[in-house]
C-alpha cells in the first residue's frame, strides 16, 4: 500500500500526524504534497511542495503522478486529521476485504436530487482508496479532465444550493472557514470539481467505501457530529 497525503502549509506536529498513519495502514511508501510554505521542521524527503493552483485537487494530481508503487494507493488530505473520525477511517483503510471495485470513495447522498450538477451520490473530494496502476490511470484522467475545463455557469437552483453553502444562517449547518472573498471563491470552486470529479469517476466505475467496510456507516456518522462541532465552535 502507498500512501498520498495533500496539505496546506504542514506542521511538524501534522507530519508526525501523517507518519503515524503511514506506519498504522503498513504502507510500502508514503509522501505528502503540500499545496502551502511547508514549516522548517516538516521540510523531509517525504514532503514536496506544490502549486496552489488548483488548491487540494492539484495536490492529487501531483502525488498520483509521483507514485512509487504499483498500489493500492490512499490518497487524501489533512482533513483526516481535524474533521474526520480518524480512527475509524483508519479501521476502513486496513480493511482486508477483496477489492471488487478499481477505486473507492466516500459516498454522500445529494442534498437535492433536482439540481443536476450534484451526482446522487456524489463523492467527498477528501479520500480515495485506488486498487492499482490502471485505476490511478483512470483516476488521474478524471482529475485532468476536472481541472482543465472551466466550470460552467451554474443553473439557478446550484448557484442557490452555493451561496446557502458558503453563506450559512444556521450554526450547524455550511461551511464555516475564513470568511473572506477569497476563501469563499476557493470553496466556492472545490465544490464544484467535487461534484464534477465524482461525475467523471463514475465512469471509471467508483463505489462507495460502504462496498468495502461495514464501518463506513459509523464513520460518517462521526464524521457529521465533529463537522457540525467545527461549525458551531467556529460561529
Known amino acids: 500500500m502507498e500512501l498520498v497525503g495533500v496539505s496546506h502549509g504542514l506542521t511538524l506536529q501534522q507530519y508526525r500526524h501523517w507518519e503515524e498513519l503511514a506506519q498504522s495502514l503498513?504502507?510500502?511508501?508514503?509522501?505528502?504534497?503540500d499545496t502551502g510554505e511547508p514549516a522548517f521542521d516538516a521540510k523531509t524527503v517525504e514532503v514536496t511542495q506544490v502549486s496552489n493552483t488548483h488548491f487540494e485537487f492539484g495536490g492529487y494530481?501531483?502525488?498520483?503522478?509521483?507514485?512509487?508503487?504499483?498500489?493500492?494507493?490512499?490518497i487524501l488530505n489533512s482533513t483526516v486529521f481535524q474533521t474526520r473520525s480518524f480512527w475509524t477511517w483508519k479501521r476502513i483503510l486496513r480493511s482486508q476485504n477483496t477489492f471488487n471495485a478499481a477505486l473507492y470513495g466516500d459516498a454522500t447522498p445529494s442534498p437535492d436530487v433536482q439540481i443536476t450538477e450534484i451526482p446522487d451520490p456524489?463523492?467527498?473530494?477528501?479520500?480515495?482508496?485506488?486498487?492499482?496502476?490502471?485505476?490511478?490511470h483512470d483516476f488521474v484522467n478524471a482529475l485532468e479532465r476536472t481541472l482543465s475545463h472551466p466550470s460552467p455557469e451554474p443553473?439557478?437552483?446550484?448557484?442557490?444550493y452555493l451561496?446557502?453553502?458558503?453563506?450559512?444562517?444556521?450554526?450547524?449547518?455550511?461551511?464555516?472557514?475564513?470568511?473572506?472573498?477569497?476563501?469563499?471563491?476557493?470553496?466556492k470552486q472545490t465544490i464544484q470539481w467535487e461534484?464534477?470529479?465524482?461525475?467523471e469517476l463514475a465512469t471509471s466505475g467508483i463505489q462507495s467505501f460502504a462496498k468495502l467496510s461495514s464501518w463506513h456507516a459509523m464513520a460518517q456518522f462521526l464524521d457529521k457530529i465533529l463537522r457540525h462541532w467545527a461549525s458551531f465552535a467556529k460561529s
Request: hydrophobic fraction near 35%.
Open 26 to 33: 503498513g504502507a510500502d511508501h508514503w509522501h505528502v504534497y
Open 195 to 199: 461534484h464534477r470529479l465524482s461525475r
Open 163 to 187: 451561496q446557502h453553502w458558503l453563506e450559512p444562517r444556521n450554526r450547524l449547518y455550511g461551511w464555516h472557514g475564513i470568511n473572506t472573498p477569497q476563501s469563499r471563491a476557493r470553496k
Open 61 to 74: 494530481l501531483a502525488g498520483a503522478r509521483d507514485v512509487q508503487t504499483e498500489g493500492p494507493y490512499v
Open 155 to 160: 443553473s439557478p437552483s446550484y448557484a442557490a
Open 122 to 136: 456524489y463523492f467527498a473530494s477528501w479520500v480515495f482508496l485506488v486498487r492499482d496502476k490502471p485505476a490511478l
